[in-house]
């Protein structure tokens, strides 16, 4: 009777761990990105449209006591990065020197954690969000956190010790759908 207890008791407690959710496969929001090796920060508006496999960021960055901005456009099924200086509308157009990353719960990732954000007592005053951690198929790791139930992406990390690929990224203020019909189209300054 009390293997039979146990063993119920086992099955509840594994029936609460949250499963992979689906993440929206078109978004846009802001988001923070820092590469603390590089000394390296941004403030961006993002869109991410990972149906396409492209992104679109209009990015503040600062490095060290510089400021710049930037227009950067990544098409990753035409392999080509757009890369526009706000400042002097110079733009250069290169390969990817990266994949692309799904932002979201990947298909093979671990559950590691559930958490209140905000104080859990006080009813609207905090979501729960979930965390989740694994490999990508280039060998680089990845942690991203994401809200429970709806799975809108909140933090992405990933790292990777044979590129030195490495950034933390924090999103905020994201909607799902990509408002602007025109948010991936390179800009006019690089069609020359």
Same mark, same amino acid.
């Given at each position: 009777?009390?293997?039979?207890? &146990?063993? =119920?008791?086992?099955?509840?407690? =594994?029936?609460?761990?949250?499963?992979?959710c689906?993440?929206?496969?078109?978004?846009?929001?802001?988001?923070?990105?820092?590469?603390?090796?590089?000394?390296?920060?941004?403030?961006?508006?993002?869109?991410?449209?990972?149906?396409?496999?492209?992104?679109?960021?209009?990015?503040?960055?600062?490095?060290?006591?510089?400021?710049?901005?930037?227009?950067? &456009?990544?098409? @990753?099924?035409?392999?080509?990065? @757009?890369?526009?200086?706000?400042?002097?509308?110079?733009?250069?157009?290169?390969?990817?020197?990266?994949?692309?990353?799904?932002?979201?719960?990947?298909?093979?990732?671990?559950?590691a954690?559930?958490?209140?954000?905000?104080?859990a007592?006080?009813?609207?005053e905090?979501?729960?969000?979930?965390?989740?951690?694994?490999?990508?198929?280039?060998?680089?790791?990845?942690?991203?956190?994401?809200? @429970?139930?709806?799975?809108?992406?909140?933090?992405?990390?990933?790292?990777?010790?044979?590129?030195?690929?490495?950034?933390?990224?924090? @999103?905020?203020?994201?909607?799902?759908?990509? =408002?602007?019909?025109?948010?991936?189209?390179?800009? =006019?300054?690089?069609?020359?």
């Amino acid at each position: 009777m009390l293997a039979l207890v &146990l063993l =119920s008791l086992v099955a509840v407690c =594994s029936a609460q761990v949250p499963t992979r959710c689906d993440s929206p496969m078109q978004w846009e929001g802001r988001r923070f990105r820092e590469d603390r090796k590089e000394m390296y920060a941004q403030i961006a508006r993002h869109s991410y449209d990972a149906t396409n496999r492209r992104t679109r960021s209009i990015e503040e960055v600062f490095q060290g006591k510089e400021r710049n901005f930037y227009d950067i &456009l990544h098409l @990753y099924n035409e392999n080509k990065e @757009y890369r526009m200086d706000l400042r002097t509308r110079k733009c250069n157009v290169t390969a990817l020197t990266h994949p692309f990353r799904h932002v979201g719960v990947p298909f093979d990732a671990h559950f590691a954690f559930e958490a209140e954000v905000g104080p859990a007592q006080i009813p609207n005053e905090h979501l729960t969000m979930t965390a989740w951690d694994g490999t990508f198929d280039d060998g680089a790791r990845y942690f991203v956190t994401v809200t @429970y139930p709806d799975c809108i992406p909140m933090t992405f990390d990933v790292f990777n010790n044979k590129t030195d690929e490495f950034y933390h990224e924090r @999103y905020f203020d994201v909607k799902g759908g990509i =408002s602007d019909p025109g948010a991936f189209i390179p800009p =006019s300054e690089c069609m020359g």
